[in-house]
Antibody, heavy 119, light 108 residues
Framework: QVHLQESGPGLVKPSQTLSLTCTVSGGSITSGDSHWNWIRQSPGKGLEWIGSVFYSGGTYYNPSLKSRLDLSVTSSKNQFSVRLSSVTAADTAVYYC???????????WGQGTLVTVSS | SSELTQDPAVSVALGQTVRITCQGDSLRDYYASWYQQKPGQAPILVIYGKNNRPSGTPDRFSGSRSGNTASLTITGAQAEDEADYYCNSRESGGYHLVFGGGTRLTVL
């Protein structure tokens, strides 16, 4: 059973960079054709796909966030990470890390971590 | 980028059948996946592919597709099915993912 766990600061100041890491256990981040995703949910709103990274380092970004976004993978630690720069209050959300299969279905989700952007 | 459209809210009487729909161009190329989310919890996958249920998904849940519209059907809705439901798919031509806006299901 694959388990994902988000970690990182729960409070970020406006204009600074949000950084989160997802640790994968119960399976290798390099296995199969899975790709590793970040998804967020603003309070009371729907799910928004942020982007995905393959263990090879290939990335796909939501066009609306691309200019501020950097996703990376650290295979040796079975982790992947997100950095979102120049944050504003609109970036306040629960951030989920998740594993997607080739067909786009997301079979494993982290529990989510709330990140608040506030001074 | 493409979009997926869902009705914001649907209600169903206990024990009756309800269909939740998801519409978008990407669904002509890729099947939708469906997720159930209850308050304060992460989403869970309930349907994927043509009509596949992960272990743990009750068989009252089923999926289908016609053209650019995917449907999640709950046959004999139970009180515990009250939740938000989201569809997603890959975007045509790449690995970008897209989500629908979600449907809040109320079981009366």
């Amino acid at each position: 059973q694959v388990h994902l766990q988000e970690s990182g600061p729960g409070l970020v100041k406006p204009s600074q960079t949000l950084s989160l890491t997802c640790t994968v256990s119960g399976g290798s981040i390099t296995s199969g054709d899975s790709h590793w995703n970040w998804i967020r949910q603003s309070p009371g709103k729907g799910l928004e796909w942020i982007g995905s990274v393959f263990y090879s380092g290939g990335t796909y970004y939501n066009p609306s966030l691309k200019s501020r976004l950097d996703l990376s993978v650290t295979s040796s630690k079975n982790q992947f990470s997100v950095r979102l720069s120049s944050v504003t209050a609109a970036d306040t959300a629960v951030y989920y890390c998740a594993r997607a299969r080739v067909d786009g279905s997301i079979d494993y989700w982290g529990q989510g971590t709330l990140v608040t952007v506030s001074s | 980028s493409s979009e997926l459209t869902q009705d914001p809210a649907v209600s169903v009487a206990l024990g009756q059948t309800v269909r939740i729909t998801c519409q978008g161009d990407s669904l002509r190329d890729y099947y939708a996946s469906w997720y159930q989310q209850k308050p304060g919890q992460a989403p869970i996958l309930v349907i994927y592919g043509k009509n596949n249920r992960p272990s743990g998904t009750p068989d009252r849940f089923s999926g289908s597709r016609s053209g650019n519209t995917a449907s999640l059907t709950i046959t004999g809705a139970q009180a515990e099915d009250e939740a938000d439901y989201y569809c997603n798919s890959r975007e045509s031509g790449g690995y970008h993912l897209v989500f629908g806006g979600g449907t809040r299901l109320t079981v009366l």
